[in-house]
T-cell receptor, first 114, second 114 residues
Framework: NAGVTQTPKFQVLKTGQSMTLQCAQDMNHEYMSWYRQDPGMGLRLIHYSVGAGITDQGEVPNGYNVSRSTTEDFPLRLLSAAPSQTSVYFC?????????????FGPGTRLTVL | AQSVTQLGSHVSVSEGALVLLRCNYSSSVPPYLFWYVQYPNQGLQLLLKYTTGATLVKGINGFEAEFKKSETSFHLTKPSAHMSDAAEYFCAVSGNQAGTALIFGKGTTLSVSS
């Protein structure tokens, strides 16, 4: 099992550019989510999905889009990058959307927007 | 709504000393509580979690935490710190609604000196 994988590990964008952060898991998990981590802010939820074809917004969804066409993949799209989106992005998954399920995190993508 | 407060953004201990990382929660429903650890440049991994039952929860790497409802606390402890424990630690709470993601505290960085 590779677990949760994320690509790329690092990315530098210019303001206004768009890009997609990739996330994949090979554990057949139903629940997947995206967080951003900023210094002194902990992790904040961007979007989540409880299964293929179903997505919903988290705490900080503005400027981001997601889709879930397969169980394995949950890409995060930045539509028009802004400096405020400079952050470390983590994808996570769990077997189900249950409140006691353990979340498994990917290694993160460090994004800088100039 | 659920929330988590971690007291102390930075804790320093000597190798062999007691580790105590504080976490207080706010929840309108019975909480499910988690501690995650993040080593430098890595994703988060679960240390331990409290769902129901025994209030003293043992986790990996010698860590444990005690759920105290009367104090709304879930402090993380380890009797003897090791250099390899140096990392950032996050307390998180989950609500009782399926699909609800974790709500994280802002994190506590643990430094261990020899």
């Amino acid at each position: 099992n590779a677990g949760v994988t994320q690509t790329p590990k690092f990315q530098v964008l210019k303001t206004g550019q768009s890009m997609t952060l990739q996330c994949a898991q090979d554990m057949n998990h139903e629940y997947m989510s995206w967080y951003r981590q900023d210094p002194g802010m902990g992790l904040r939820l961007i979007h989540y999905s409880v299964g293929a074809g179903i997505t919903d917004q988290g705490e900080v969804p503005n400027g981001y889009n997601v889709s879930r066409s397969t169980t394995e993949d949950f890409p995060l799209r930045l539509l028009s990058a802004a400096p405020s989106q400079t952050s470390v992005y983590f994808c996570a998954s769990s077997l189900y959307a249950g409140v006691t399920d353990t979340q498994y995190f990917g290694p993160g993508t460090r994004l800088t927007v100039l | 709504a659920q929330s988590v407060t971690q007291l102390g953004s930075h804790v320093s201990v000597s190798e062999g000393a007691l580790v105590l990382l504080r976490c207080n929660y706010s929840s309108s429903v019975p909480p499910y509580l988690f501690w995650y650890v993040q080593y430098p440049n890595q994703g988060l991994q679960l240390l331990l979690k409290y769902t129901t039952g025994a209030t003293l929860v043992k986790g990996i790497n010698g860590f444990e935490a005690e759920f105290k409802k009367s104090e709304t606390s879930f402090h993380l402890t380890k009797p003897s710190a090791h250099m390899s424990d140096a990392a950032e630690y996050f307390c998180a709470v989950s609500g009782n609604q399926a699909g609800t993601a974790l709500i994280f505290g802002k994190g506590t960085t643990l430094s261990v000196s020899s």
